[in-house]
């Protein structure tokens, strides 16, 4: 992982479903847990959810957050 993909990151949004147009990082917690158990979506939204389960399971939300306001939109 580097740089660029956790600033990506910082700025995908959910393209459809129930918080279409929310932050990935925004995304509610048991929202994420429950594509965890149902199984995430192929390709790079995919992998882009499970980095945000990821991240909210060990409470790093705030680290996205920082890097949103550090850098601007790509």
Known sequence: MNNK???EL???KMPFGK???YFLV???EHY???????????GNL???LQLVYE???NGLEDLIRQIKKK???P
């Not at 994420?32 to 192929?42: D, H, L, S």
């Open 10 to 12: 910082a700025y995908t």
């Open 71 to 73: 850098y601007p939109k």
């Open 5 to 7: 993909e956790l600033i």
């Open 32 to 42: 994420v847990v429950w594509y965890k158990n149902k199984g995430f979506p192929q």
């Open 46 to 48: 995919g992998k882009q």
């Open 26 to 28: 925004d995304l509610p």
């Open 19 to 21: 918080y279409e147009g």
């Open 55 to 57: 991240i909210k399971l």
